[in-house]
Every structure is written in structure tokens, then in C-alpha cells.
């Protein structure tokens, strides 16, 4: 379909380890987010991409976490040195301006053990 | 922080109308209100936003009241498949700030048969 799609559907990673989650957006989307979800609460911004740059990162937790959109379509949410405390559903949407109603996709399971 | 407040859960008969309020007493003039539903192990989805007037569409019809403090999501039948979190959020227009989806935890809509 075009809707937006995330890869992989599920990560399963030893704590300590590195993983990139990739995002897809819909073709023609300039702006990009990126949120995380742990069970049993709403999805908490990270990231907020227009075009290639990163225009708010305020919600990123620490520097271990890092996002890239370099070609202004795909991005890459990078994460080194995981934690336990990392595991959530991370979900990534995109809409055509900053403004414009935002399209989920249906998210990567991250699971440090 | 999340600008709305909701109801952490209601219960609606299948087939019957199921209105979810919203609180958003701090609303600025340039801000949106924003509806989004999460079904079980999905991404959030678009439902509908408005500004002043009463929206409709397939999905849904949301009513803002006049001073625009509070509002009412509307499902005019609801099935089964309604059953999800809606997520009731407040979001400035384009040339705003506020252009990030804040999520609170939503009202949990339970359909039942």
C-alpha cells in the first residue's frame, strides 16, 4: 500500500547493542515523527523532521538516541548502547507539510533483554 | 504535557452513538483539535480535526463548542471494530508552533455487543 511503513516489525536486541529502526514514508511527505510508546500510555514525541533537517529534537531522552533523514524521504532511528529500559513500540508518521494530518505506521517492537 | 483532558474509559452499545468529550479550557486562537483513534496493536489513525465550526466526515463528527474549551467526538453507530483509545489532542495550524501531536492516555471506547 502507500501508507507508512516500518521495518522491522519487531527487534529483539541484548542490552548494550546497537539498532537502527527504518522508516518509510508516504511519497511526497516533507514532514516526518518519530514517537515511542510504552504499554499503557499515548505515543511521546522524539523527533520532528522537514525536508532533511531534524527541526525539533526536544523529545529525543539522551544522546544515545539519534535520528537521520538524509535524502528528506527515509529515515533511520539509531539507538546505541540499548537498555531494558529502551523496550517500547516506536512509531514513525509522516504528512505532507508540518501542519497537515500525520499517518502512522504501524511501528517497530523494540525488545532489550 | 498532553492540553486536553479525557475520560480514561466508556463503554458504548453497538449500534448506539458513542460520544467521547475532550477538555482543552487553555486553547490558543491558533490551534486545532485534533481526534486520533489506536486500535490494538496498531498505529494511531487520523479520525478528524476542526478549529471552530462543526466537523463531519465518514468517520466521525466533532463538535467544538462556541468558546472552543471543550469538544465531543461523535460515532454516530458504533461496531465492534470502534473499540480502540481515541486521542483527543491540540495542535497549532500551519505558522504555529504547537505543530507537534501531543498525546495524553486517551479514552479507552469499549463496543459491546
Known amino acids: 500500500g502507500a501508507g507508512v511503513s516500518q521495518t522491522p516489525s519487531n527487534k529483539v536486541t541484548e542490552k548494550g547493542k546497537y539498532v537502527e529502526l527504518r522508516c518509510d514514508p508516504i511519497?511526497?511527505?516533507?514532514?516526518l515523527y518519530w514517537y515511542r510508546q510504552s504499554l499503557g500510555q499515548g505515543p511521546e514525541f522524539l523527533i520532528y523532521?522537514?525536508?532533511?533537517?531534524?527541526?525539533?529534537d526536544s523529545g529525543l531522552p539522551n544522546d544515545r538516541f539519534f535520528a537521520v533523514r538524509p535524502e528528506g524521504s527515509v529515515s533511520t532511528l539509531k539507538i546505541q548502547r540499548t537498555e531494558r529500559g529502551d523496550s517500547a513500540v516506536y512509531l514513525c508518521a509522516s504528512a505532507r507539510d508540518r501542519a497537515g494530518e500525520a499517518f502512522f505506521g504501524q511501528g517497530t517492537r523494540l525488545t532489550v533483554v | 504535557d498532553a492540553k486536553t483532558t479525557q475520560p480514561p474509559s466508556m463503554d458504548c452499545a453497538e449500534g448506539r452513538a458513542a460520544n467521547l468529550p475532550c477538555n482543552h479550557s487553555t486553547i490558543s486562537g491558533n490551534e486545532y483539535v485534533y481526534w486520533y483513534r489506536q486500535i490494538h496493536s496498531q498505529g494511531p489513525q487520523y479520525i478528524i480535526h476542526?478549529?471552530?465550526n462543526n466537523e463531519t466526515n465518514e468517520m466521525a463528527s466533532l463538535i467544538i463548542t462556541e468558546d472552543r474549551k471543550s469538544s465531543t467526538l461523535i460515532l454516530p453507530h458504533a461496531t465492534l471494530r470502534d473499540t480502540a483509545v481515541y486521542y483527543c489532542?491540540?495542535?497549532?495550524?500551519?505558522?504555529?508552533?504547537?505543530?507537534?501531536?501531543?498525546f495524553g492516555k486517551g479514552t479507552l471506547l469499549t463496543v459491546n455487543p
Open positions: 511519497s511526497g511527505h516533507t514532514a
Open positions: 489532542i491540540v495542535r497549532a495550524s500551519l505558522g504555529g508552533s504547537n505543530y507537534k501531536l501531543t
Open positions: 476542526g478549529l471552530k
Open positions: 523532521f522537514q525536508g532533511t533537517g531534524a527541526a525539533d
